[in-house]
Nanobody, 122 residues
Framework: QVRLVESGGGLAQPGGSRRLSCVTS????????VGWYRQAPGKERELIVC???????RYKESVKGRFIASRDNSKNTAFLQMNSLKPEDTAVYYC????????????????WGQGTQVTVSS
């Protein structure tokens, strides 16, 4: 089994940046696809980007051009670089293993972690 732990959240100013990390705990990541999700208060959890083991990515339109997903398979870590942050980016961010990363219906594992809070405010 693979468990992922998110970190790197915190307070950011509008227009600022944060870099989130997602690292395996007790297992290797290998070439498994990873999805970055977020859930804002009162809203549904949404997939914002998926990255395959070969680093092919698919972004939600609202973050395209601002967020960059990457990974270092040798370190069993996935990253989410968030730039030009907006208040509407405020949410709890999660990573998870995903099946069908580039399909029309990506399916995450049910093994969700605690996520990391990102707050964008002046």
């Amino acid at each position: 089994q693979v468990r992922l732990v998110e970190s790197g959240g915190g307070l950011a100013q509008p227009g600022g940046s944060r870099r989130l990390s997602c690292v395996t705990s007790g297992s290797t990541l290998g070439l498994a696809a990873v999805g970055w999700y977020r859930q804002a208060p009162g809203k549904e959890r949404e997939l914002i980007v998926c990255i395959t083991g070969g680093s092919v990515t698919r972004y939600k339109e609202s973050v395209k051009g601002r967020f960059i997903a990457s990974r270092d398979n040798s370190k069993n870590t996935a990253f989410l670089q968030m730039n030009s942050l907006k208040p509407e980016d405020t949410a709890v961010y999660y990573c998870n293993l995903v099946e069908g990363c580039l399909s029309s219906d990506p399916t995450p594992s049910e093994n969700w972690g605690q996520g990391t809070q990102v707050t964008v405010s002046s």
